[in-house]
């Protein structure tokens, strides 16, 4: 079944940063903290943590399992095992998702590219919020500079993609994901050192359980699926390029608490700054655009800090921007025979020209609206909400249903070389077919009515 060509990752090494470095990313700095903010703190983040353990940690099983047993890009692993059936809705759910969150999230990464070199500007940071708003709402409405910094953006990160695997997403993973780590970690200590921080830690502590709603579920669900990754053949595909020998357990198990635990410490970076300064914690999207460079003006050396924060946003956006374009990028190659370069350059016109919509529906389209909704929160919405949920029920079901138990197992366990205990695999096998599913139905059931 292997094929000789086919790039891979080198290392164990490259393959925890590379998964840790897709799922961790503008989902964890960017949304987990307003989603915590708007969604009643603490009792958001335990529903969040019982999302992950419970089914995000199967789903990942699942998807390593689907993608290293067909050495295949999402549609192609699915087309290998089930031909010509509904089961390849997985593939087309998969690039449709890719596409969808990059044309919201390539965006973003711009309005990052610019906040970072507004940081140098000394007039910049200033302690007057609305003059903040203002400066934010006026950039990101505007219709030439956003859309150029999305593409530039997207450039970044395609040039990183069209190097290849080893010599592209696994390099440039190795040597970002380290300082990432180590720069969040700093900007934690900075802030819950603020006076007043114990406001902010006990927000993301204590629970009030009153808030949670059906809606509040979906978002729990739909942040926890985004977060990691989960959901649209990213894991599928990165998983086809581990090599054979290595433990799919140890590595979902990992790259699952890397990402939980940065969402964690990016809520202590920001939340207790947020309250050391007495600012609304339901701030929504712009949060960091606008509440973060309020409190950064505040402190000493304010610039530097903006510039390393902004640069941290940069890094984790790119490394989960590269995950997104392989699923498309190796899609095109394998089942459209494209070369990796021209593949490369199709995704690019293609998210290029979504994102450019997305961006111009902050201000000069923000009437259009398709289901009450502009075109940048249509992408986000319909991709966290509906098609992650859906496309992780589907590979449950797929692996829980349609595929051997025994090819399951013998995937698991690299072939028997790998201890697992019978009974932790009966487990397992029980949370993927029933569980999981139920789950995962209930909650999209339950939003809907
Ligand atoms: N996990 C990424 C984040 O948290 C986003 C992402 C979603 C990346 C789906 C790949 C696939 O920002």
């Known amino acids: 079944m292997a094929n000789i060509e086919r790039d891979g990752f080198g290392s164990r090494f490259g393959v925890l940063v590379a998964v840790a470095g897709s799922a961790v990313g503008l989902g964890n700095l960017w949304r987990f903290p307003y989603m915590v903010g708007n969604n009643g703190g603490a009792a958001f983040i335990i529903l969040y943590l019982f999302f992950v353990i419970l089914l995000c940690l199967p789903i990942m099983f699942s998807e390593f399992v689907i993608g290293r047993r067909t050495q295949s890009n999402a549609f192609g692993a699915i087309k290998k095992i089930a031909p010509k059936s509904g089961w390849l809705s997985i593939g087309v759910i998969s690039v449709v998702a890719s596409i969808c969150i990059m044309s919201f999230y390539s965006v973003v990464g711009g309005w990052t590219l610019e906040y970072i070199f507004k940081s140098f500007s000394p007039d910049f940071l200033t302690s007057d919020s609305t003059s903040l708003a203002n400066q934010f709402s006026g950039f990101s409405q505007s219709s030439f500079m956003p859309v150029a910094m999305h593409l530039l953006f997207l450039t970044l990160s ?3 993609v069209v190097a290849g695997v080893k010599n592209g997403i696994e390099k440039y993973s190795k040597i970002l994901m380290p300082m990432l780590f180590i720069l969040v970690l700093l900007l934690a200590i900075r802030s819950l050192t603020l006076d007043g921080a114990g406001e902010g830690v006990r927000f993301l502590l204590y629970p009030d359980f009153s808030k949670i709603t059906g809606e509040t579920m979906l978002a729990a669900l739909g942040q926890a699926f985004f977060s990691l990754s989960l959901g649209m053949g990213c894991i599928i595909t990165y998983g086809s390029y581990v090599n054979r020998k290595e433990n799919l357990f140890k590595i979902s198990f990992m790259s699952a608490f890397a990402d ?10 920001v939340m207790p700054a947020v309250f050391a300064f007495g600012i609304s914690p339901g701030q929504g999207p712009s949060l960091v655009f606008i509440t973060l460079p309020q409190i950064f003006a505040q402190m000493p050396f304010g610039s530097i800090i903006s510039i390393a924060f902004f640069f941290i946003l940069l890094i984790a956006a790119i490394t989960s921007a590269i995950s997104l374009l392989e699923v498309v990028v190796a899609y095109f190659t394998e089942e459209l ?6 593949a490369v350059v199709v995704t690019f016109i293609i998210i290029g020209l979504f994102g450019t919509f997305s961006s111009l529906s902050q201000g000069p389209l923000s009437d259009v609206k398709i289901f009450g909704k502009t075109f940048f929160d249509l992408f986000d919405y319909a991709s966290s909400n509906v098609l992650l949920p859906v496309g992780g029920l589907l590979v449950v079901l797929f692996v829980g249903w349609r595929m051997k138990r025994a090819d399951v197992l013998d995937e698991l366990t690299s072939g028997g070389t790998i ?3 019978k009974s932790l695999f009966s487990g397992i096998m029980l949370v993927i077919k029933f569980l999981a599913p139920i789950a995962i139905s209930i909650v999209l059931l339950n939003s809907i009515f």
């Open 158 to 160: 395609a040039l990183i």
């Open 260 to 269: 939980t635990g940065f969402a964690i410490l990016a809520g202590l970076a």
């Open 337 to 342: 025979k494209m070369t990796r370069k021209v």
């Open 419 to 421: 201890a697992l205990r």
